[in-house]
């Protein structure tokens, strides 16, 4: 039976490979949530959901006014997931990217206002820290943000533009999101570490660019959880405020991954290449979510690397190389 006391969530993205896990968990959580989504990557993700009287779809584009007007009515709280997500789509469709990723977010964030949303919660990312310019430094959300690509880009810019709105009437959280790795109901098999474990798995070898380069991790299931916290937090606490999301000993480089895999794959063969394809190279702190919301990660990269070997070692997923568990 539905809760009609229940607060309504609008999930732009939600049948994607986060967007998809935060539904479930808020579902359960007793929310009432309204997913808007261009179906881009498919809907499968939300076939369990289906039926579920708390649970309402819409599909359309970020960029649809009136869509996003109607998925608006009676909402209390937005999670905005939606986006061209990563450098290689980012590059490969740019103008799309900008739309998305800024134009349509402002809009978004207007519509908001009109239609009285009392919570925005935006996913934002750690690429944003692009480059340490100190070697092995820790950044916390008060490192400089040095975007290296279009896609990190427009998630400062649109950070800057959540951060710029003091007189709103809306508590605006930014969560900037580790590197993300696990399964959810939207498989992905483009991230690093599910990539790296599932070509281990297939009994093909590696082949690292980058070794040493480094980035935190965090698994998919652990950062819905974060939105569901920012959502439910006194708002004190998170108006106007960014989160680095992950754990502070999460950080890894490439070459300490394929350690990690080899451990549960010993017959991992790696290859290093010296041409470097990504300058990204930053270690990130999470001291701040934790110590202010209580977040705490349930699992680590090791625990991950084991769901995902296991997964493809029982089968479960028949066609891993399927180019529908991309970006692209």
């Known amino acids: 039976m539905i809760n009609q006391q229940a607060k309504t969530v609008l999930i732009t993205g939600g049948a994607g490979y986060i967007g998809s896990e935060l539904v479930r968990i808020l579902l359960e ?23 579920n009287p708390a649970f309402r779809f819409i599909k359309s584009d970020l960029r649809n006014d009136n869509d996003i007007k109607a998925a608006l009515s009676g909402v209390h709280y937005v999670c905005h997931l939606a986006a061209i997500v990563g450098e290689p789509p980012c590059k490969k469709y740019p103008d799309l ?9 402002v809009r978004l964030y207007e519509l908001c206002e009109e239609a009285g ?18 070697a092995d430094a820790l950044l916390d959300e008060t490192a400089e943000l040095n975007p290296i690509s279009l896609y990190s880009e427009t998630k400062v810019n649109f950070e800057k533009y959540l951060l710029a709105q003091p007189d ?5 959280t930014i969560l900037r999101f ?17 990539e790296f474990t599932r070509d281990a798995a297939l009994g093909k070898p590696l082949l690292i660019y980058g070794e040493n380069f480094w980035r935190p991790y965090c698994h998919v299931s652990d950062l819905a959880r974060s939105v569901k916290m920012a959502l439910t937090a006194d708002k004190e606490k998170v108006n106007g405020e960014a989160f680095n999301v992950g754990d502070t000993s999460q950080n890894y480089t490439k070459k300490m991954l394929a350690a990690e895999i080899c451990q549960v794959i010993p017959s991992l063969e790696v290859n290093y290449h010296p041409v470097v394809t990504d300058p990204r190279d930053y270690k990130v702190n999470c001291d701040k979510i934790k110590k202010v919301l209580g977040f705490a990660i349930t699992k680590t990269v090791p625990m991950g690397i084991r769901e995902i070997a296991s997964l493809l070692h029982e089968q479960v ?11 692209i």
Request: a neutral charge.
């Open 29 to 51: 959580d007793q929310f009432r949530v309204v997913v808007l989504d261009n179906l881009s990557f498919g809907g499968e993700s939300l076939l369990s959901f289906w039926g």
């Open 178 to 194: 580790s590197t993300v790795y696990g399964i959810s109901p939207r498989p992905r098999f483009d991230l690093t570490v599910n």
């Open 317 to 327: 997923i028949s066609d891993p190389m399927n180019a529908r568990y991309g970006n």
């Open 117 to 134: 949303v009392e919570r925005f919660v935006f996913a934002s990312t750690c690429s944003n820290y692009g480059k340490m310019a100190l």
């Open 97 to 105: 990217a900008l739309e998305v990723n800024w134009h349509a977010s």
């Open 168 to 172: 709103s009437t809306i508590t605006r």
